[in-house]
């Protein structure tokens, strides 16, 4: 297959006439690696022309939303777009809102730690203290605290993963994201989490919903995955866009069960179609 399907291409202008704000995964949307996808600058500014805006919203729980801030300075893109929805914020807002004045046990980098803390969530230092777990992209992952961390999921304390993801792609190859430690945990302890927070759950959903004061039907979740991105707008009453510019492909398309609403070959063909 070499073109994009007719029935994803119909009625491109009237499906994109509600859509105030876009939800745009980063990597292989936006950009690849340290690269901007050529027109990525140029489809903001036809937001912004058009009256409406954008999010970039990422399911990696291991770098504050500072690393990805500058990242974005650095490519160009303006300072109303730096504020990244990510999962681990979602997480705390899902936390504060479930279990108000309950400590956390996080697994979690240093940096998750002092940012989740500094949004007011309760840590607990040792499992013994804390009344539910955590699990968020721990890179510096300490053997002890995996112990415990178990040992908390084994005693029935609920349990909460940022996301699904089960690698994470790098410069050098995949290393093994939240959704292998889920795997391991469940493999030790019998429970998988009770709540996922990031695509395609909910929880990220919820916490875009509050960032934007949108309405699920005022925007579209866009992204180069249809099993995570695209199946966030499709299942969460939003619209589900996939650009070619990353992972998927014509083929994986035509494989898929998650339908998008329309496909691009990349963030800027959408251009024409927002006046
Ligand atoms: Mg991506």
Same mark, same amino acid.
């Given at each position: 297959?070499?073109?994009?399907?007719?029935?994803?291409?119909?009625?491109?202008?009237?499906?994109?006439?509600?859509?105030?704000?876009?939800?745009?995964?980063?990597?292989?949307?936006?950009?690849?690696?340290?690269?901007?996808?050529?027109?990525?600058?140029?489809?903001?500014?036809?937001?912004?022309?058009?009256?409406?805006?954008?999010?970039?919203?990422?399911?990696?729980?291991?770098?504050?939303?500072?690393?990805?801030?500058?990242?974005?300075?650095?490519?160009?893109?303006?300072?109303?777009?730096?504020?990244?929805?990510?999962?681990?914020?979602?997480?705390?807002?899902?936390?504060? *809102?479930? &279990?108000?004045?309950?400590?956390?046990?996080? $697994?979690?980098?240093?940096? %998750? +730690?002092? !940012?989740?803390?500094? =949004?007011?969530?309760?840590?607990?230092?040792?499992?013994?203290?804390?009344?539910?777990?955590?699990?968020?992209?721990?890179?510096?992952?300490?053997?002890?605290?995996?112990?415990?961390?178990?040992?908390?999921?084994?005693?029935?304390?609920?349990?909460?993963?940022?996301?699904?993801?089960?690698?994470?792609?790098?410069?050098?190859?995949?290393?093994?994201?939240?959704?292998?430690?889920?795997?391991?945990?469940?493999?030790?302890?019998?429970?998988?989490?009770?709540?996922?927070?990031? *695509?395609? &759950?909910?929880?990220?959903?919820?916490?875009? $919903?509050?960032?934007?004061? %949108? +309405?699920? !039907?005022?925007?579209? =979740?866009?992204?180069?995955?249809?099993?995570?991105?695209?199946?966030?707008?499709?299942?969460?009453?939003?619209?589900?866009?996939?650009?070619?510019?990353?992972?998927?492909?014509?083929?994986?398309?035509?494989?898929?069960?998650?339908?998008?609403?329309?496909?691009?070959?990349?963030?800027?063909?959408?251009?024409?179609?927002?006046?």
């Amino acid at each position: 297959m070499t073109e994009i399907p007719a029935e994803y291409r119909e009625n491109i202008r009237e499906k994109l006439a509600d859509v105030r704000c876009f939800l745009l995964d980063m990597d292989g949307t936006f950009y690849l690696g340290d690269n901007l996808i050529d027109g990525s600058l140029d489809f903001l500014e036809a937001l912004e022309r058009t009256g409406r805006t954008a999010r970039f919203l990422t399911n990696n729980s291991s770098k504050s939303a500072r690393v990805y801030a500058d990242k974005l300075q650095r490519m160009g893109v303006p300072e109303k777009y730096r504020d990244v929805i990510s999962s681990g914020h979602a997480a705390v807002h899902y936390c504060l *809102k479930h &279990y108000p004045d309950r400590k956390a046990f996080l $697994l979690g980098t240093e940096a %998750l +730690r002092q !940012e989740l803390s500094g =949004m007011g969530l309760l840590l607990a230092e040792t499992a013994e203290e804390a009344d539910y777990a955590l699990l968020a992209f721990d890179t510096g992952l300490a053997y002890d605290r995996l112990c415990a961390f178990c040992d908390l999921v084994r005693a029935g304390a609920p349990y909460i993963a940022t996301h699904p993801d089960l690698n994470c792609p790098t410069e050098t190859g995949f290393i093994p994201d939240v959704g292998s430690f889920i795997a391991l945990i469940e493999a030790s302890t019998g429970r998988r989490p009770d709540t996922i927070i990031g *695509k395609p &759950y909910g929880g990220i959903v919820e916490e875009a $919903l509050l960032r934007t004061g %949108l +309405r699920r !039907e005022e925007m579209a =979740m866009v992204g180069d995955r249809l099993y995570t991105d695209v199946a966030t707008g499709v299942r969460h009453g939003m619209k589900g866009i996939l650009v070619l510019s990353g992972e998927a492909t014509l083929a994986d398309l035509a494989a898929s069960d998650v339908k998008p609403d329309l496909v691009f070959t990349r963030l800027s063909e959408m251009i024409p179609y927002l006046s």
